[in-house]
């Protein structure tokens, strides 16, 4: 299916990204959490958007949301697209991926099936928790550097129905 997509026309990267978090992610939730992961494979550039990308990103976080992206910048030097795309992917805790050219895309997706297959869920609650809709930052370290560890830079609180 990859090998049958055409690029053209204007890009509304945010637009997509905070629409389908907005519409479909945060919106279906069901008894049972579920794991939530969103692969992007575009250039990165956007020139068409609504919202910014930090609005994006924010929604990919209220929707806890996992960002992968596959960047389709064939050439060696790293552009303004593939520093977006790897933000996203950074601060919604996935990963960003760079084929050298379109016959190897797949194996970025063999790599975040990888990826999502050897996640663990850590769960804890803060002793001076609040219900206030803020967003709290993430700091997660692991003692042994054998080990990568990619986390979300951060969630938001629910908030109280009263608020």
Request: a negative charge; aromatic letters at 12%.
């Amino acid at each position: 299916g990859v090998n049958r997509l055409h690029p053209g026309g204007g890009t509304a990267l945010y637009d997509a990204v905070y629409t389908a978090c907005r519409d479909k992610l945060l919106s279906e939730r069901g008894q049972e959490p579920v794991r939530k992961a969103m692969v992007l494979i575009s250039d990165g550039n956007d020139n068409v958007s609504h919202v910014y990308q930090d609005e994006a990103i924010k929604e990919c976080q209220r929707a806890e949301t996992i960002i992968y992206a596959i960047s389709t910048n064939w050439t060696p030097s790293r552009g303004k697209g593939d520093e977006t795309l790897t933000q996203m992917a950074e601060e919604t805790g996935g990963q960003v991926f760079f084929p050298p050219s379109v016959e190897e895309m797949s194996n970025s997706f063999h790599d975040i099936e990888e990826a999502l297959r050897s996640q663990y869920a850590l769960i804890y609650t803060p002793a001076d928790f609040k219900e206030d809709g803020a967003f709290r930052p993430i700091y997660l370290y692991c003692y042994d550097r054998s080990y990568i560890v990619r986390t979300r830079k951060g969630y938001f609180a629910p908030k109280s129905p009263s608020r």
